[in-house]
Each structure stands twice: as C-alpha cells, then as structure tokens.
C-alpha cells in the first residue's frame, strides 16, 4: 500500500503560481512512477504531468507544457507540481496517483491515489 497526502492548494490570481505537494508514505515510493491529475467542477478528470520512478522522464499533457513541472525528492518521499501563469481555468482539484512503473496519461493504470487539493484561481 502507497498512502499519498497532497498540499500546497489555495486561493491564486490569474497569473501567480502555486507549488503543490503529495507526500507519500508505505511502500517503496522511489519505485513508483507518479502522476497528477485534475478535475474541474462537472468535467473529467484529465491528466496533468507525470514522472518516472528515477525522475529521468517526465511527461506533460500538451495544454500545459511551459506553464507547469513536475518533480520529486526520493529522500523526502514527495512529489511537487510547479504551476505558472495560473489561469481561471486550471481551477481544479488536484490529484496525485502512484503507478507502478507507469507515468503516463491513463487515470486507469494508476494504483493509489490521494484525495487531492483545491486549487481556485480567480480572474
């Protein structure tokens, strides 16, 4: 079993920048692939970023490669997601998913999930 806790959500202008976290604890976390999702009131939840268990690969959905990045500290069992240039409509709760190897876009392959953070972005 792979706990995760998210933090780091809140209340943004259009523009600024949050850091999140999701700090894992149980199992070997340095062996699993991460993710970050979102879901916004009333729409799926999509795929944000993931990272590979060494932190040699990431991946982006397409919408927001240069805006946000994803990182981890293996020492420190956690895995950040970097958000700038915060717009209105990455008002999300935010997720993250442990994998097993698996870092990529399907919300299915993805074992353990937290219960996520709220981030609000206003205009």
């Not at 806790?5 to 062996?31: D, M, Y």
């Not at 981890?72 to 999300?92: C, F, G, H, I």
């Not at 997720?95 to 999930?113: H, N, P, V």
């Given at each position: ?18 850091r ?13 692939g ?25 991946v ?32 999300a ?17 993805y ?13």
């Amino acid at each position: 079993q792979v706990q995760l806790v998210e933090s780091g959500g809140g209340l943004v202008q259009a523009g600024g920048s949050l850091r999140l976290s999701c700090a894992a604890s149980g199992r070997i976390f340095n062996s699993y692939g991460m993710g970050w999702f979102r879901q916004a009131p009333g729409k799926e939840r999509e795929f944000v970023a993931g990272i590979s268990w060494r932190a040699g690969s990431t991946v982006y959905a397409d919408s927001l490669k240069g805006r946000f990045t994803i990182s981890r500290d293996n020492a420190k069992n956690t895995v950040y997601l970097q958000m700038n240039s915060l717009k209105p409509e990455d008002t999300a709760l935010y997720y993250c998913a442990a994998g097993g190897s698996y870092y990529g876009s399907r919300s299915s392959e993805y074992e353990y999930w937290g219960r996520g953070t709220q981030v609000t972005v206003s205009s």
